[in-house]
């Protein structure tokens, strides 16, 4: 649509219809204008999957793996159909608008929303960023750049003042929003905190460079919440808050446009940028197909949109999702797509399982595993037999399954080796919620949990089967104070269980009718993902007969501004801490090989909050002791978002990284260890025991002192090194580099070339990341000691020599210039530095900048 007929349709408007335009209708949703032709547009929450607009376990999702993943990849081409396979998704649940991709830096390994972000390198984060919402937009579904800017962690993320200084945001935390913009992205989010004492939707940033200089004509949305003002917020560059109705604008927006504290042109530009967005996606025009009506969802206060009937509600007998289906006692998938699109779908998310995987240590070439000599396998470690495959918060979605590193495991080896199990430590106390495999309904009798809404009497005005004990959004009824979960539980052992609940507010727990636990759980946080998503737990232990079903009921009292989460979890009786461990290493010892899944889950790496420490939860690091000490065929994976320390690291032969890697994660894990594929990742982020900078603010501010060097960057100019340099990872074969040509000379503003010779000197094929990186002895400006200035891929046959070539951007010799206020290419010498991470680089070559016209 041009901009002549964009302008037409504003002009159609009155100011208060303009103004409507300008905040959510609901939660998820925007505005619409039938006048115009323009409908509601829909937005969810990514990147892992497209969530839709509720929170319910019934309507599942491909889950891809975490953005860590992606970017372990380092492979743009990969990325872009995986974006599209969430644009299809995006399609098939009425979605326009995905919240994704995470833009921001791995500032500090202890951030808490680690796992979102790509990585902590700008280029490689601002190339990855950019393949995904080509991938995305290619299906006609709005990308959105979050979280802009300098919203680099979860530690007071609502309220901190970034202090960063001008030449820092331009060449490392503005760079992938701008890689963003050049990719063509629809959208972008301005994010809660504030920059140098700006809260960033009032922020100039918005103006210049994002809308001036970069020209970016989309629409700035608000993280949910962050428009806190009328004047401040609508006289600089954001365009629209959500969610909606938002009381800084609506009404009040308009009183002061009429007041002339805001001028209307800023009004207009507002309206026409999202008009641009709804032609983009489908929603503005004859054309525009219609979105069905949903309620809002859980983020919003308890929302009053259906009237309480006289008469119960009946409880439904079938699924909630068309999706989903309930048989024997577990959750079936149907096809979104027609068979061979689902098909195609969960090979793609396999293949990215193996393509993210990276091995970061393979001592007397234990791996890949030869399946032909294995008799016993032991699948051992926390993380085995529980699918990790996504951190916590608003990210989240529902799988319809999801394979675990020990089904992934059996089911390659079936028919050719036993494969056993032990948890062997405990790292984690969170509750596990009641599902489909060990609760039934009790008025219906079927697999899952009965979830109730009752009124200030007790009354119940609606009924539902639900699939799992962990409810983070309830029907909205009007009128309901309480929400209610029941299930029969059968314990398959006797002796002291642990039954809790979860929620703000007042809840109570009974047991066959025994009132066991009655709390007041005081809500002390103001942070959305927290109150929505992750109310804490209380416990309470029972003594249960083996075999002697009980109903367990758990209440909680829906108090306004405490969210609508609710749950209940129930966990058997377990061995001691020792006698877990020992059970482990008894299995490791009559095994041929064992593999330890160890890391994190949602209890560590998490929306809201940031880490203590990069330790592994419990007793974990003892548990890979004494695996490797009991049997030296010992690999260890790491199951992770972000990084962890690894102190055991050289006492295992092989250690492998899945990060958070989605629903085909075991399944992905088993190809690598069998060889199957090749681990094809390499490393998005530095590796250490110890985060080099924290995330905590003083009196409310965090200081990126560090300025330019960060990441791999901090480590270069420093005396040690940490555990694995960022860009590492192994692979299946050996690489001699040969040989590195770069131009003589580079000139002022333009890109050059880069050519690698390197040899495959192993005995299978494989893929190798060769990686170019500059660097400058003497410098009349501060800079990294080296920097990331492009890299490709080669591939090649045992013993096949090739050339590769690297774009190198003309951006990678220059630096922002705080007095100039313009990029400048200091003229002399760059040393070019080529090889397979940024602490391998065992090619050298000189190229000369020269003199700016």
Not at 383 to 408: D, H, K, T
Not at 464 to 471: A, K, S
Not at 628 to 655: F, K, M
Not at 808 to 819: D, E, F, L, N, Y
Request: hydrophobic content about 40%; charged content about 25%.
């Amino acid at each position: 649509m041009t901009d002549d007929e964009l302008d037409h349709l504003v002009g159609k408007l009155d100011l208060d219809q303009k103004v409507r335009l300008l905040t959510g209708a609901t939660v998820w949703r925007t505005g619409a204008e039938p006048d115009i032709g323009l409908r509601a547009m829909v937005t969810s929450d990514g990147p892992a999957g497209v969530r839709g607009e509720g929170w319910d376990e019934r309507d599942t999702s491909l889950t891809l793996p975490s953005a860590t993943a992606l970017a372990a990849t380092w492979d743009g081409d990969l990325v872009t159909r995986l974006g599209a396979l969430l644009a299809a998704e995006a399609r098939r649940k009425g979605v326009d608008i995905l919240l994704a991709p995470t833009l921001n830096l791995h500032r500090s390994a202890l951030g808490g929303r680690h796992f979102e972000c790509f990585s902590e390198d700008p280029l490689l984060a601002g190339w990855i960023g950019a393949a995904f919402i080509r991938g995305v937009q290619s299906g006609g579904v709005a990308a959105t750049a979050k979280h802009y800017v300098a919203n680099d962690s979860e530690t007071e993320r609502l309220t901190l003042d970034a202090r960063v200084d001008e030449r820092t945001l331009r060449e490392v935390y503005l760079a992938p929003f701008e890689a963003a913009v050049e990719a063509g992205v629809w959208a972008l989010m301005s994010a809660y905190n504030g920059v140098n004492g700006v809260t960033m939707s009032e922020n100039a940033l918005l103006a210049e460079p994002l809308k001036g200089e970069w020209g970016f004509d989309g629409v700035v949305v608000s993280d949910w919440g962050a428009v806190r003002s009328t004047v401040a917020a609508a006289t600089a560059a954001q365009d629209l808050a959500m969610p909606g109705p938002n009381e800084h604008w609506g009404d009040a927006l308009a009183a002061a446009v009429r007041s002339g504290e805001v001028p209307e042109s800023a009004v207009d530009d507002k309206v026409r940028r999202l008009l641009r967005l709804a032609a983009h996606v489908g929603a503005l025009g004859a054309h525009a197909a219609p979105v069905e009506e949903k309620p809002a969802s859980s983020h919003a206060a308890p929302v009053e949109e259906r009237p309480a009937s006289s008469h119960a509600a009946p409880v439904e007998e079938k699924p909630a999702s068309p999706h989903a289906e309930t048989a024997a006692g577990s959750v079936l998938a149907r096809s979104p797509h027609a068979e061979t699109g689902e098909e195609a779908s969960r090979t793609l998310l396999r293949r990215a399982v193996s393509a993210s995987t990276v091995l970061l240590r393979n001592e007397g070439g234990l791996l890949p595993l030869d399946a032909g000599r294995l008799r016993r396998v032991a699948v051992l470690g926390p993380n085995a037999a529980a699918a990790r495959i996504q951190g916590g918060g608003s990210a989240g979605v529902f799988p319809a399954s999801a394979v675990s590193p020990l089904e992934g495991i059996r089911a390659a080896l079936a028919g050719r080796a036993e494969v056993t199990h032990a948890a062997g430590a405990h790292p984690s106390d969170l509750p596990t919620p009641l599902d489909t495999a060990n609760a039934r309904d009790p008025r219906s009798g079927l697999p899952g949990v009965l979830v109730r809404l009752l009124d200030a009497d007790g009354a119940e005005l609606h009924a539902e089967r639900r699939l799992t004990g962990r409810i983070l959004e309830s029907a909205p009824v009007r009128g309901t104070r309480t929400a209610e979960i029941r299930a029969l539980v059968r314990p398959d052992a006797g002796g002291r269980w642990t039954v809790a609940v979860g929620g703000w507010g007042h809840v109570s727990l009974t047991v066959d009718g025994r009132l066991v636990l009655d709390a007041d759980v005081a809500l002390d946080t103001a942070d959305p993902a927290t109150v929505h998503l992750s109310p804490p737990y209380r416990r309470v232990e029972v003594d249960l007969e083996p075999g002697r079903e009980v109903e367990l009921v758990a209440r909680r009292r829906l108090d306004r501004g405490t969210g609508r989460a609710c749950a209940l979890a129930m966990d058997p009786p377990r061995l001691s801490d020792d006698d877990e461990l020992a059970a482990a290493v008894a299995l490791a010892r009559d095994s041929d090989v064992a593999v330890v899944v160890v890391g994190t889950d949602e209890a560590a790496e998490s929306e809201g909050r940031d880490r203590a420490s990069l330790a592994l939860p419990g007793r974990q690091d003892d548990l890979v002791r004494a695996v490797a000490a009991a049997n030296p065929d010992t690999v260890v994976v790491v199951n992770s978002g972000g990084p962890v320390a690894l102190p055991w690291r050289e006492q295992v032969s092989a250690v492998l990284l899945s990060w958070f890697p989605g629903q085909e994660g075991g399944h992905g894990l088993a190809d690598v260890l069998l060889g199957t594929a090749e681990p094809g990742g390499r490393l998005p982020t530095t590796w250490a025991d110890e985060a080099v900078v924290g995330t905590t603010p003083v009196d409310g501010v965090l200081d990126y002192a560090e300025g330019l060097h960060l990441g791999h960057r901090a480590w270069a100019r420093g005396t040690g090194a940490p555990a694995y340099w960022f860009g590492h990872g192994l692979g299946y074969t050996s690489w001699s580099y040969e040989a590195v040509t770069v131009p003589p000379e580079v000139e002022p503003g333009r890109p050059f070339t880069v050519t690698v010779r390197l040899r495959n000197t192993g005995d299978r094929a494989g893929r190798e990341v060769v990686q170019v990186y500059l660097s400058r002895t003497r410098s009349e400006v501060e800079r990294p000691a080296r920097w990331l200035a492009g890299h490709a891929v080669a591939g090649a046959g045992p013993g096949e020599e090739v050339e590769v070539e690297v774009a190198v951007a003309a951006r990678a010799v220059q630096h922002w210039s705080v007095g100039d206020g313009a990029w400048r290419t200091e003229p002399g010498p760059f040393n070019v530095l080529a090889g397979r991470s940024a602490g391998d680089l065992p090619l050298t070559a000189t190229t000369v900048a020269g003199e700016a016209p």
